[in-house]
T-cell receptor, first 115, second 107 residues
């Protein structure tokens, strides 16, 4: 596709349920980023991949959050034992190069609601 | 203190007015981004700049590295410009985001 896609667009989960959020970056993009945006807040950095390597996961809020990008393209963000405070929009972005001043292209986000 | 601060938080203006949104930051950066987020969550990158000034259509972005300050200007504002405008700075490979400015342009 022409842009970054994410699925599902919306997810309702019961507290304690595990969820998996998918990001398809722009083909050939080296860098992939995950962000969490709570209602009324700016996005918060979660984690960063350069190809398949997870170079920074300092933003993951707890060990219930896990991200992978095994073949350096599609990425999955997994949240185990979801809690109500996990409710947010999860944004994925990709960029062409590794580090530096390249533009990030954003997906539409996955809106997660934990009941 | 937040590392990236935007002002104002909310701005309502009449169609045709000149709009200015400000961003100040306290960390070392390699670039600064201005982004637009419409209701429903879609984020669009407007500008990425590390010095000087950039212009695209009715949008102008400036940055003063010494003062750690950037501004986004919209000339001849239009209701379709209504959105949240976010300033984000790149520090290493992280983007540190401001809280956003909610802009409403009334016809």
């Amino acid at each position: 596709g022409a842009g970054v896609s994410q699925s599902p667009r919306y997810k309702v989960a019961k507290r304690g349920q595990d969820v998996a959020l998918r990001c398809d970056p722009i083909s050939g993009h080296v860098s992939l980023f995950w962000y969490q945006q709570a209602l009324g807040q700016g996005p918060e950095f979660l984690t960063y991949f350069q190809n398949e390597a997870q170079l920074d996961k300092s933003g993951l809020p707890s060990d219930r959050f896990f991200a992978e990008r095994p073949e350096g393209s599609v990425s999955t963000l997994k949240i185990q034992r979801t809690q109500q405070e996990d409710s947010a929009v999860y944004l994925c972005a990709s960029s062409a190069a590794g580090q530096g001043e390249e533009t990030q292209y954003f997906g539409p986000g996955t809106r997660l609601l934990v009941l | 203190k937040n590392e990236v601060e935007q002002s104002p938080q909310n701005l309502t203006a009449q169609e045709g007015e000149f709009i200015t949104i400000n961003c100040s930051y306290s960390v070392g950066i390699s670039a600064l981004h201005w982004l637009q987020q419409h209701p429903g969550g879609g984020i669009v990158s407007l500008f990425m700049l590390s010095s000087g000034k950039k212009k695209h259509g009715r949008l102008i972005a400036t940055i003063n590295i010494q003062e750690k300050h950037s501004s986004l200007h919209i000339t001849a504002s239009h209701p379709r410009d209504s959105a949240v405008y976010i300033c984000a700075v790149r520090s290493n490979y992280q983007l540190i985001w401001g809280a956003g400015t909610k802009l409403i342009i009334k016809p």
